[in-house]
């Protein structure tokens, strides 16, 4: 079955420290992966996507997410946090198996960080 | 910038009461789609629809019906709503093609008393 977890509930950083939100999935052929973020009342934003090429993708506001195809991992990333990057984000990978424009996301991570 | 507009950002309604939900996108996307976010679940999709007039089940389809007759319009229905179909609601547009980022409104929280 087609699938994308995120292990974490919630991850604290401090401001200025470097901060991962991990995303790990199961799909059959190469995936498509998306990272969206969702500040309070909001609906979701588009960060980043890895359809193919490059490891390393570079997205909106200083993120950036690496695919680990060995380990089937898209893990978001970036070096420095902002008290602003404090949302709930979202993993999600196209349904493959659909044949059309289905994604699974993921039950997201809320990102908290300190001042 | 895509702008994914729906109709109301809250909305209380009582148990039986048929519901319509709007939502209107202005970049002429071909794809339009219907989740409900709870928490915990994250997002689970509803219906889909990938041209004027066609659409399909996603995930959780029970208890809902969609319209689309105008591209830029996707219309989500509670036929006869019950207190379990008391959520955040989101609809989103793509463009066509496999690799293309959804575009979501501000969401429609319902409260069915």
């Known amino acids: 079955a087609q699938s994308v977890a995120q292990p974490e509930d919630q991850v604290n950083v401090a401001e200025g420290n470097p901060l991962t939100v991990k995303c790990t999935y199961s799909v059959s052929g190469n995936p498509y992966l998306f990272w969206y973020v969702q500040y309070p009342n909001r609906g979701l934003q588009f960060l980043l996507k890895y359809i193919t090429g490059d490891n390393l993708v570079k997205g909106s506001y200083g993120f950036e997410a690496e695919f680990n195809k060995s380990q089937t991992s898209f893990h978001l990333k970036k070096p420095s946090a902002l008290v602003s990057d404090s949302a709930l984000y979202f993993c999600a990978v196209r349904d493959m198996t659909s044949g059309t424009y289905k994604y699974i996301f993921g039950t997201g991570t809320r990102l908290k960080v300190l001042a | 910038d895509v702008k994914v507009t729906q109709s109301s950002r809250y909305l209380v309604k009582r148990t039986g009461e048929k519901v319509f939900l709007e939502c209107v996108q202005d970049?002429?996307?071909?794809?339009m789609f219907w989740y409900r976010q709870d928490p915990g679940l994250g997002l689970r999709l509803i219906y889909f629809s990938y041209d004027v007039k066609m659409k399909e089940k996603g995930d959780i389809p029970e208890g809902y019906s969609v319209s689309r007759e105008k591209k830029e319009r996707f219309s989500l229905i509670l036929e006869s709503a019950s207190t379990n179909q008391t959520s955040m609601y989101l609809c989103?547009?793509?463009?066509?093609?496999?690799?293309?980022?959804?575009?979501f409104g501000d969401g429609t929280r319902l409260s069915i008393l």
């Open positions: 989103a547009s793509s463009e066509q093609g496999l690799g293309q980022p959804q575009h």
């Open positions: 970049m002429d996307h071909e794809n």
